[in-house]
């Protein structure tokens, strides 16, 4: 019997799981996938909002400001990368000006910090490769990247290192009410807990409807992405957002925290809550309105294109609510990612009110040993870990110059990956130039190796998405 | 301090340390970062190698365990497992392996003989899913011929590249069935033996101008939309066809390998994607050397040892009294013909100049123009992007040359 299950091993979901793991309290944490991190978490504007977007008064803006200022410190205990590299919506003409204007006045009444509108002048010593059309831009010094999954998989490691359960391809199906508490089942499986935590993201409404909440829906919408090369991260330093109309935010360029160049996401609602498929009008428009943005965006150095799932609620907000023990967390679409590890604290504090007695633990430990952290090292400090341990000798993935005691690591630590994206989201191996061409048949061995499966049972991202059908001269 | 110190020990690598070896070096290193030497053609297990070099058909292991036992013979030293981080401008070579750590090794001489990888899947932009069961072909070689497991049963592969072509093959012998080839432009890549062995003689459909549009399935690719494509290329929607299977193969182009090369400054060909570098294959800076599928990509490994060989040699000359020249001609094309190598001619010595077409042309006539005057003409049946050609000019018809174009006329 757990005193919280939280389901949905998203950001939202690794937020509560590490904000509880700091109490005396058993935490399992519920996902129906092979790994975390493979939901709208996995593929989306990795921003920072500083905060000017949302409705004054709206849950998203209260959560999304105060995300914003916890999460610098919660990316340095959980030593993953952060970069406040700040945020330009750019305007092309007198209504995007006064749109600004309007966005300027909202994200002061939020309580955003530093907002002005610069004029041209001031942008093109600020970033040079603006395009030439832009005419003035709101700045935003607080807007800020991450790497949404390598956030989501630390936090989750971290508060499985604090004693947290992780319980995967678990897809939840039914819940019963029980006398203290409730019981989830996955088919036959079931798990016991005192308390539950809803944040199944796309799938919220779903698990509600579970308990007989049926207030609300979720549907997908979707935002396909093309990323380019690491060589043109440079290009720009800020997140460069058009100025929003009632076609939608538009198609943002921004650089990662690993230095490549991300150009997206698309606005089209969708029926199908699986279909992550991108589409050839979705790459058209990237192209054009990137290009719109940004002078000369490299796109002959694509390396990938991806396709992410807004959860948008029916209500046009985040639902955040608790009644008998069971929190919900619903349509926690964008400024979700910033707002996660406030939304992590404040679900614990209903959770509180909802009668879970909160014992502070003595031997927490809110730091957990960055995952880059021998890519960051001093080559003596790199010559010392290798004498330890050779492994860090060997580059498996030569695109990304990963080594395979920083693939074994990840293999080994919590979370520990189980499949080759699992491997990709953790070290970054087969995430370059070539796409895993090199070193996934080494990569699929060393899964293999250490977790005792057959070669061909290694898989890309679990179920039966097998990377090998069987032996040759056998199918 | 080493002398020469080549980077890379697949054929490119192991024919210039021999080379360098039988003009005198003795002190050199040979650094490889996979697990033995070899390079590529260790998984090439096909045979159709060495046909030009030792007038016999060998396969892709026998090919290069007759340049490694060449290298033991001469006890050439080579670290394998090693990979190089950086090479510096004055020549600081960075590095790392399990037993040595990161080390450096300051060189008098570099060859460069990275070999090439395959362009991926990103690049392409196709829509739809990202399932597993998309593989660039020389992965899916490498899971066969290396590790004895099938990638897939059902095979569409994307492009005609020799890889594929190969592949297609290969997968076929293995059980597996190849439903066909698309091939995005009206000719194939690939060289025209492959195309007869590895699909006609196995009835295996190529068909030119398509393309795959979209990629289906969730978690294992479960099919494949193809289309024709019009003269633009852009897909043609009302020819658009599902095909099932579980896995798509790519062959759609091999890349030079050349980010340590642009590490180090030096200034690459857009074409090739290679180094700039003269008649013995020096780059821009003195004593680099670049060779093989590194400075562009080759269709014969044949033709990798020769070129490994006069950038070998030529190491050797720089190490023992330094390369002199006696002239500065630059090598252009007129479109038609895409690139040479070398690019440069810095000193008149009898030269084979290597060059690929732009297109397929039947009956066409090549001319070599020296200063504006018409050096030689050459006629040809038929040339194709997927062969590579090659001329030879004189010391006599290089010498106090300027500029030196190559052009292509169908007649
Ligand atoms: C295109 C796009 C762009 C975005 N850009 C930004 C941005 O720049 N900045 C920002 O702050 N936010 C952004 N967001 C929003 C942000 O990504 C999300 O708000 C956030 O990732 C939501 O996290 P989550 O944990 O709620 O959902 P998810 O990451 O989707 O996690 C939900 C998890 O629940 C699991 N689950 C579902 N059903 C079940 C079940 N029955 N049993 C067990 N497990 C289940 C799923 O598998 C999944 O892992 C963007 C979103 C998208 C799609």
Not at chain 1, 334 to 360: F, H, R, W
Not at chain 2, 139 to 166: C, E, H, R, W
Request: hydrophobic share 40%; aromatic share 6%; net charge negative.
């Amino acid at each position: 019997m757990y005193d919280v299950a939280i389901i949905g091993a998203g950001v939202v979901g690794a937020m509560c799981a590490r904000t509880l793991a700091k109490y005396d309290v058993r935490v399992c944490l519920i996902e129906k996938e092979n790994d975390v991190a493979t939901g709208a978490t996995r593929a989306n504007s990795a921003i920072v909002h500083a905060g000017f977007d949302a409705k004054e008064g709206s849950l998203k803006a209260k959560f999304n400001v105060r995300g914003s200022e916890m999460m610098e410190q919660v990316c340095r205990e959980l030593g993953v990368k952060y970069k406040n590299n700040g945020s330009l919506v750019i305007g092309f003409n007198a209504e995007d000006r006064q749109t600004l204007e309007e966005l300027l006045a909202r994200g002061n009444a939020n309580g955003v910090k530093g907002l002005y509108i610069a004029e041209k002048e001031e942008l093109e010593k600020l970033e040079p490769n603006l395009s030439d059309t832009v005419e003035c831009a709101l700045v935003a010094p607080t807007g800020a990247i991450v790497c949404p999954y390598e956030l989501t998989i630390a936090a989750v490691g971290n508060a499985m290192d604090n004693g947290a359960d992780l319980e995967r391809n678990f897809e939840v199906s039914a819940i019963e009410k029980t006398e203290n508490g409730y019981r989830i089942f996955a088919g036959e499986k079931a798990i016991e807990a005192r308390f539950v935590i809803n944040a199944a993201g796309l799938y919220s409404d779903k698990i509600a409807k579970m308990i007989g909440d049926d207030s609300f829906d979720v549907h997908p919408r979707k935002g396909e992405y093309i990323l380019m090369d690491k060589a043109c991260g440079s290009m720009l330093k800020n997140t460069i957002f058009r100025t929003p109309s009632k076609m939608g935010k538009g198609i943002l360029v921004s650089p990662t925290v690993d230095g490549n160049l991300l150009a997206g996401p698309t606005s089209v609602d969708m029926e199908d809550k699986e279909n992550t498929a991108t589409s050839a009008e979705g790459f058209d428009k990237i192209i054009k309105e990137a290009c719109e943005n940004v002078k000369e965006m490299p796109f002959r150095r694509t390396i990938t294109s991806f396709c992410g799932l807004r959860a948008v609620g029916s209500t046009g907000d985040f639902i955040i609510k608790a009644e008998n023990g069971f929190v919900t967390l619903g349509g926690i679409e964008s400024p979700g990612l910033t707002s996660a590890p406030a939304i992590g604290v404040y679900a614990t504090e209903l959770l509180a009110e909802q009668g879970l007695e909160l014992k502070e633990k003595a031997d927490y430990n809110p730091i957990r040993e960055a995952m880059h952290h021998f890519r960051e090292a001093s080559m003596e400090e790199k010559n010392e870990i290798i004498k330890k341990d050779k492994s860090y000798g060997k580059i498996v993935c030569r695109c990304e110059g990963v080594t395979e005691g920083e693939i074994l690591a990840a293999i080994r630590q919590n979370p520990k990956a189980l499949d080759l994206d699992g491997v990709k989201r953790r070290t970054r191996a087969q995430m370059g130039r070539c796409q895993g061409g090199f070193c996934s048949p080494y990569i699929v061995e060393l899964l293999a190796r250490e977790h005792g499966m057959a070669y061909e049972q290694v898989t890309k991202s679990g179920r039966d998405s097998y990377i090998n059908v069987g032996k040759t001269k056998e199918v | 301090m080493t002398e020469l110190v080549i980077i890379g020990g697949g054929p490119a690598g192991m024919s210039a340390a021999v080379a360098a070896y039988d003009a005198g070096v003795r002190d050199i290193l040979i650094l490889e970062r996979d697990d033995s030497l070899g390079g590529i053609l260790q998984q090439c297990i096909h045979n159709g190698f060495g046909l030009h070099r030792f007038g016999e058909e060998l396969t892709g292991p026998e090919y290069a365990w007759r340049y490694e036992q060449q290298v033991h013979e001469r006890g050439i030293a080579y670290k394998t497992g090693t990979m190089v981080l950086e090479v510096s401008p004055d020549k600081v070579i960075t590095a790392t392996n399990p037993t040595d750590g990161i080390f450096q090794i300051q060189a008098k001489a570099i060859v460069l003989a990275m070999g090439c990888r395959e362009r991926a899947k990103g690049a392409l932009n196709i829509a739809g899913t990202r399932p597993a069961g998309i593989f660039s072909a020389g992965t899916a070689q490498k899971f066969v011929n290396m590790k004895g497991y099938m990638p897939g049963k059902n095979v569409v592969i994307l492009g005609s590249g020799d890889i594929g072509l190969i592949m297609a093959r290969r997968m076929t012998l293995e059980g597996a069935s190849v439903k066909a080839v698309c091939e995005l432009m009206p000719y194939s890549g690939g060289l025209a033996r492959n195309i007869e062995q590895c699909l006609n003689d196995f009835n295996i459909p190529l068909k030119l101008s398509h393309t795959v549009v979209e990629i289906h399935g969730k978690t294992r690719v479960t099919g494949v939309t193809i289309a024709k494509v019009d003269e633009n290329r852009k897909p043609i929607e009302s020819t658009k066809e599902y095909i099932e299977c579980d896995t798509l193969l790519l062959s759609v182009g091999l890349i030079p390998e050349n980010e340590l090369t642009e590490g180090a400054g030096i200034c690459l060909d857009r074409v090739t994607s290679g180094a700039l570098v003269d008649q013995d294959r020096q780059t821009q800076i003195d004593g680099v050397f670049a060779c093989g599928n590194v400075l562009h990509v080759h269709d014969l490994v044949d033709f990798v040892s020769e070129e490994a060989e006069i950038a070998g040699q030529a190491a050797a000359q720089y190490i023992a009294d330094g390369l002199d020249t006696d002239m500065d001609a630059v090598l252009h094309t007129d479109g038609k013909i895409r690139y040479t190598v070398p690019q440069r001619i810095t000193k008149a010595k009898d030269t084979n100049v290597y060059f690929r077409v732009a297109d397929v042309y039947k009956n066409a006539k090549i001319t070599v123009l020296k200063d504006g005057e018409v050096l030689l003409t050459k006629k040809k049946m038929r040339l194709a992007p997927g062969e590579m050609e090659s001329l030879k000019l004189t010391a006599a018809q290089l010498a106090g040359a300027k500029e030196i174009k190559f052009g292509l006329e169908v007649l």
